[in-house]
């Protein structure tokens, strides 16, 4: 089945420690987008990738980057991690072209900080 | 500035009845809403959508009502089974003619629903 994969489902790291998230989709959509779900809250948008171009929103912090090395595959790096930066990470895709294209989810990443 | 609002936190269903979960937003440039549906330990799953140029669309037991006047929709499920018991979120895009268009979604906060058996 065609599907968005997200690795690993959880993560520990340690504050400040550079940690990598994972994101690998077989849907061959162009567009993939990070974001950011804290408990209770709705996913915010940190960037996202329109082939290779790149988007980052306006308040996503410089702590977070992005790395799409090809239509498959989208990482999400997290500098330096601070106690704040817990959350679930969720990948997504898109095939943008349409007037309206819907996202599609991966199972998301749960981050921990200690 | 929360574009997007789902005032109801929870909702509480007997199985079989009719299921309402409601969504406001603000921003008059939203043309495309989505629903998608949470399950703990699990990424959004695509429910249904509508364009701004209907007022509504069904899928099986799931219809979605968009009010452009009132900046609303509401989606509804009947029957309502317990395995609907999931947090919903309601999502708006601004989308375009086509081309580069590539929908940013602006998501609520989410309505965790409960269907009691």
């Known amino acids: 089945d065609a599907m968005v994969i997200q690795n690993p489902r959880y993560q520990v790291t340690q504050f400040g420690k550079p940690v990598t998230l994972s994101c690998s989709q077989t849907?061959?959509?162009?567009?993939m987008y990070w974001y950011q779900q804290k408990s209770s809250q709705a996913p915010k948008l940190l960037f996202h990738y329109y082939d290779k171009d790149f988007n980052n929103e306006a308040d996503t912090p410089d702590n977070f980057q992005s790395r799409r090395p090809n239509t498959s595959f989208c990482f999400l790096d997290i500098r330096s991690p601070g106690l704040g930066d817990a959350a679930m990470y969720l990948c997504?895709?898109?095939?943008?072209?349409?007037?309206?294209?819907?996202?599609?989810f991966g199972p998301g990443t749960r981050l921990l900080v200690l | 500035d929360q574009q997007v609002k789902q005032n109801s936190p929870s909702l509480s269903v007997q199985e079989g009845r009719i299921s309402i979960l409601n969504c406001d937003y603000t921003n008059s440039m939203f043309d495309y809403f989505l629903w998608y549906k949470k399950y703990p330990a699990e990424g959004p799953t695509f429910l249904i959508s509508i364009s701004s140029i209907k007022d509504k669309n069904e899928d099986g037991r799931f219809t979605v009502f968009l009010n452009k006047s009132a900046k609303h929709l509401s989606l509804h499920i009947v029957p309502s089974q317990p395995g609907d018991s999931a947090v919903y979120f309601c999502?708006?895009?601004?989308?375009?003619?086509?081309?580069?268009?590539?929908?940013?979604?602006?998501f609520g906060q989410g309505t965790i629903l409960t269907v009691h058996p």
């Open positions: 849907l061959n959509h162009n567009v």
């Open positions: 999502a708006a895009s601004v989308g375009g003619a086509g081309g580069t268009s590539y929908g940013k979604l602006t």
């Open positions: 997504a895709t898109s095939s943008a072209g349409g007037i309206q294209e819907t996202q599609y």
